[in-house]
């Protein structure tokens, strides 16, 4: 049998995503170790949700360095340290350089939220609401030296509703985030999830029939018979 998987998690903030991991592997749906926590913020309200929870965490701080590329060796090393078959960025709010990216290249994964390609960035709610848009949603990718455009592993949908404000659209997609960041690293832990050629591999089931529709419409009745 195939050794678990270990997660190195990196976080910025609350870190409710990263919350959604550790509780995917304590309920045993996520069959995989989280070896550590890491944050670039020593104020991460995640870390000590993390420490309460008995998993290690580290701080590098950002600030301490005088550029891009040592801030990302202290944090490879950092990372190195626990050494993660998968790095999971949850909530990290720093770029990443090329060199961080390729070192990890096919076990660094992003969750961003909106429905990549649209809305890469900040401000990502804000802008769907601004533009109009009926359907918005989350997005987990692959990462890649191009800013939240890595190849898309998963992705959930929700409707933008006419009396949405960013706090109730950001809680909507948030919601999803908390479900589809558990199951596509369920997926790498289960070797059923990898890159290849640019392109995130899945082997995992798959509905062709689905229609997502917002606002609403409900089905046509069936044809009266004649
Ligand atoms: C999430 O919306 C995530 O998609 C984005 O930053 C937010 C982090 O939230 N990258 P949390 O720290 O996981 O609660």
Redesign the pocket.
Known sequence: MNAMKSLVIL?S??????ESLLAAVSAGTLPARVAGVLSNRADAG?LATAAALGVPTRVVDHRAFADREAFDLAMAEAIDAFAPDLVVL??FMRILGDGFVQRYAGRLIN???SLLPAFPGLHTHRRALEEGVRIHG?TVHFVTPALDHGPVIVQAAVPVLDADDEASLAAR??AQ?HRVYPLAVRWFAENRLRLKEGRALLDAPQDAGGALIAPFVPPAPPPLST
């Open positions: 976080i903030g609350r870190g409710s995503n990263m995640g949850a909530g969750i961003h939220p989350c997609v948030l985030e």
